[in-house]
């Protein structure tokens, strides 16, 4: 079986399990939803004071949603060994985390968008007319953010004090997609608005370098 | 639910009679950590004998089952397969297993159905949806096809478990403490089962404990403790004399407990 078809199957399965329930997806949007009311209780909302701080909270925000959210990814073929089923069956080890870091993206992208408009209303900024260069960054931080998000979930769901562990691992590793999103953000946010090349170039450089590592190493991270 | 008849036809869609594995461990150990599972076990299993592994809780059972299923890598030593005269790679070998662990390796949140599809899809099996179908009367399950699994008692669970690990007819089956659960007509089903699969010439190898109906097919008994193998039937010996010493071994110890 190819790796495209394995991997698409497992995403099916993901999407299928994840929108039958709608546990995270219900769950983290009225989070990060509450974390982006509370921030902005925090400072004056005027659209300068929004251009500076902005950017940094809808990224930590985005960020909060990622633990949140990535940290079930691999507990939950927990429950009944489920992963054991996925690692029997005659596929790429790879395509297991690959179908769980595109369903891991979409989740993120979807949270990311219903939230977009909450934020430009509550931070009093124009989106809409640089919503196209907006979407490109949060498609490319929130590619680093699943990839290692999932790389990270199946690590920690074989540890002792894994609810603990994803955030520690997580954190330090998704600092510099997190500079690179809030710097690119911003950029865009400003007046004049500017698509930074700098950061996007960064921003592709980290996704294409954990996603390739993580094929390398990826049926490593799945054993016992 | 009334359990399905027990004369089944081959429980796969497409029975099992590819004839079964060879299997060749030579001095397996695993070790986790500062414990040793498994040492030094070696062992020839040939095709389509049905090997019941026992011992108490920590013997090891479980680990080489693990290891066979190419589930966890070997700390030491090597395991190999054939088929006929043919030996096998690791990637021909992952088509021809099949396997019932301790949990149900399937999705709660996902309907029978869909869970055998899904399976049947990573298999890259023709028709997925009619293999799924097909796998599901054998086991009973065929009226229950659309009921999500969170749904199923445990006897359920374990009969549609057996179907995901035949789906792919395998020519080596492993299960782990399969009757662990089941009532006594689940278990009296199993064994049914069991004795079907390996008259078709699977391969199949299993840790049990105590006596039960799924032992009726045994046709060699090993005996592990503490990692290494203690007792072997051999393939042609008796393997009820090993049985019956694990079962009073295993009586005795629960006494004392």
């Known amino acids: ?224 | 639910m009334a359990a399905p008849h027990a004369s089944l036809p081959n429980v796969g869609p497409n029975g099992s009679s590819n004839g079964g594995l060879q299997i060749s461990y030579s001095g397996i150990e695993k070790r986790y950590g500062m414990r040793m599972a498994l040492r030094g076990v070696s062992l020839e299993i040939e095709a389509g004998e049905c090997v019941a592994l026992v011992g108490h809780n920590g013997s090891g059972k479980t680990t080489l089952l693990k290891i066979t299923a190419l589930l966890a890598r070997p700390s030491g030593g090597q395991i190999s397969f054939s088929s006929g005269t043919s030996p096998l790679s690791t990637g021909d070998v992952k088509h021809r297993i099949g396997m019932v662990a301790h949990h149900t390796l399937v999705y709660d949140e996902l309907t029978a159905e869909e869970n055998l599809v899904f399976f049947a899809k990573l298999f890259d099996l023709p028709d997925p949806v009619a293999r799924a179908r097909q796998s599901l009367a054998p086991v009973g399950l065929a009226r229950r096809a659309d009921d999500l699994v969170r749904t199923f008692s445990r006897g359920m669970r374990q009969r549609l478990a057996i179907a995901r690990a035949l789906l792919a007819s395998p020519q080596l089956l492993l299960f782990d403490e399969p009757a662990a659960g089941l009532d006594p007509e689940g278990q009296q089903w199993l064994g049914a089962t069991l004795a079907n699969l390996h008259a078709g010439g699977c391969t199949i190898v299993m840790s049990t404990h105590g006596r039960n109906e799924t032992q009726g097919s045994v046709t060699r008994a090993i005996r592990l403790e503490g990692g290494e193998v203690t007792h072997d039937s051999g393939p042609k010996g008796d393997p009820y004399g090993v049985l019956a010493m694990a079962a009073v071994r295993e009586t005795a110890e629960g006494d004392a407990r």
């Open chain 1, 1 to 224: 079986m190819s790796l495209a078809h394995s991997t698409a199957t497992i995403l099916a399965k993901e999407l299928r399990t994840e929108f039958r329930s709608r546990e995270l997806l219900g769950t983290t949007i009225v989070f990060v939803l509450i974390v982006i009311v509370l921030f902005s209780f925090t400072f004056d909302p005027t659209s300068s004071e929004s251009r500076r701080f902005g950017p940094g909270l809808l990224w930590l925000s985005f960020l909060f949603a990622g633990s949140l959210m990535l940290q079930p990814s691999f507990l939950r073929e927990q429950t009944n060994d489920t992963l054991a089923a996925l690692r029997l069956a005659p596929i790429d080890p790879f395509s297991i985390l690959a179908g769980k870091m595109a369903a891991n993206f979409l989740f993120l992208l979807l949270v990311e968008l219903i939230l977009l408009p909450v934020f430009a209303v509550m931070y009093n900024t124009a989106i809409l007319p640089v919503l196209p260069e907006l979407v490109l960054v949060l498609a490319l931080g929130t590619i680093g953010l699943a990839t290692t998000g999932t790389v990270f979930s199946a690590v920690s769901a074989q540890a002792r004090l894994r609810e603990l562990l994803l955030p520690l691992l997580l954190l330090p590793v998704l600092a510099p997609v997190l500079i690179a999103s809030t710097e690119a953000t911003a950029a865009i946010l400003r007046d004049p608005s500017e698509l930074s090349r700098v950061w996007v170039t960064f921003l592709v450089a980290f996704d294409v370098i954990f996603l390739t590592a993580t094929w390398l190493v990826g049926e490593y991270l799945l054993e016992e």
